[in-house]
């Protein structure tokens, strides 16, 4: 089945220890990204990706890294220079230029849980 | 700058009532798409609708309905007769449709709702 998968969907770790997330797609999308959710709140972007090598900042990069070496593949590294990284994290995925006229429309993946001790 | 806000957290109701989410956006572009997502316990955002900003025309889909009104800056969504299947968060979501904005999605706070049998 074609879909999006984020592993772990639990994720503990120590204070100042990076961890990364991951993000896989089968849905030949184009486009991915990575938002951030806390409890009780929206979803805030922290990075997206049109193309394969190329990413771009959203509104909360800051502390976060991510790289796109596959078009398959989104992962996102939390480094120790996030200050309150435990949150909901979410991938989504969208068609962009390969896809039909719903291009803007974003899929999501089940979400990791991030905790940190 | 774009910003939606919904001004309803949590919203309570028991079964078999109707339940109206209210949805506020800001934006400067001419062009937009308008979203309406649903988070339910388990996390995944769940895709219900997409409306183009030329579009004002109402649509029904079962049980759900959305009222876009252009004038108002508004995009409401009604369950009718409630079940308590319902019971999640649902978010309402802006974006510029051009591919090289990079189709970023700006959310709302999110509505609770929870749905009494």
């Known amino acids: 089945d074609g879909g999006i998968t984020q592993s772990p969907k639990y994720l503990f770790r120590k204070e100042g220890q990076n961890v990364t997330l991951s993000c896989e797609q089968n849905l030949n999308h184009d486009a991915m990204y990575w938002y951030r959710q806390d409890p009780g709140q929206g979803l805030r972007l922290i990075y997206y990706s049109q193309i394969v090598n190329d990413f771009q900042k959203g509104d909360i990069a800051e502390g976060y890294s991510v790289s796109r070496e596959k078009k398959e593949s989104f992962p996102l590294t939390v480094t120790s220079a996030q200050k309150n990284p435990t949150a909901f994290y979410l991938c989504?995925?969208?068609?962009?230029?390969?896809?039909?006229?719903?291009?803007?429309?974003?899929?999501f993946g089940p979400g990791t849980r991030l905790t940190v001790l | 700058a774009q910003k939606v806000t919904q001004a309803q957290t949590e919203i309570s109701v028991v079964e078999k009532e109707d339940v109206t989410l209210d949805c506020v956006y800001e934006?400067?572009?001419?062009?937009?798409?308008l979203f309406w997502y649903k988070q339910p316990p388990s996390g995944e955002l769940v895709f219900l609708i997409r409306?183009?900003?030329?579009?004002?025309q109402n649509e029904i889909s079962g049980r759900y309905s959305w009222n876009f009104q252009k004038s108002t800056s508004s995009f409401n969504f009604t369950i009718t007769a409630s079940q308590v299947v319902d019971s999640a968060v649902y978010f309402c979501a802006l974006s510029a449709p051009q591919w090289a904005a990079g189709n970023k999605l700006t959310f709302g706070g999110g509505t609770r709702v929870l749905v009494k049998p």
């Open positions: 934006t400067r572009d001419t062009t937009y798409y």
């Open positions: 989504a995925s969208t068609p962009g230029t390969s896809g039909s006229s719903s291009y803007n429309e974003q899929f």
């Open positions: 409306r183009n900003s030329f579009d004002e």
